[in-house]
């Protein structure tokens, strides 16, 4: 849970200087409820999947960028074995397809790609996406930069073992 220096209000976005890099939490009343703190990706980077990791298990982005030995984009085996490594064995080595937000479970990542852009992987937490490039915001994938999704596939994350808490 993040205690809010004296001043800000629970909507008051906050920037955090961790390391080389800043984070930005937003709207903290939010997430505060639902336990998950998005983290932002710097401009041009690749990394969507390892700051998805970290809003997920709480581990911070440069260790798991250290468990994957290198700072591009990774496929879903690499992700689902660096959540199975952070104690989610139930985690999928294969992306699924899905059409309808009905066929999601309640948490997991899912792999966007629009026309002329590259794939980006987002957090899919209880109708919320967890966009590391954009923020928070609700499931509605036509809206999403006002293009049209082409592809959308999603990658079970399960819980986390008992042995792991």
């Known amino acids: ?76 085996k690499e992700v689902a074995e660096i959540m199975i490594k952070l104690g989610y064995p139930k985690a999928s080595r294969k992306y699924r397809p899905f059409f309808y937000q009905k066929e999601l479970p309640k948490l997991c990542f899912l792999c966007l790609s629009w026309k002329g852009r590259g794939a980006h992987l987002v957090v899919y937490n209880d109708g919320k996406i967890y966009c590391p490039g954009k923020g928070i915001y609700d499931y509605n994938l036509k809206n999403i930069d006002k293009q049209e999704v082409k592809a959308k596939y999603y990658l079970y994350i399960g819980e986390k073992s008992e042995e792991a808490k």
């Open 1 to 76: 849970m993040l205690s809010l220096p004296i001043g800000y209000a629970n909507t008051t976005p906050l920037s955090l200087k961790i390391g080389n890099g800043i984070f930005t939490v937003i709207d903290l009343e939010t997430l505060n409820a639902l336990n998950m703190q998005i983290l932002l990706q710097p401009a041009k980077s690749k990394t969507c999947w390892a700051h998805c990791i970290s809003m997920v298990t709480e581990v911070p982005e440069a260790k798991i960028l250290e468990m994957a030995g290198h700072s591009h984009s990774a496929n879903f």
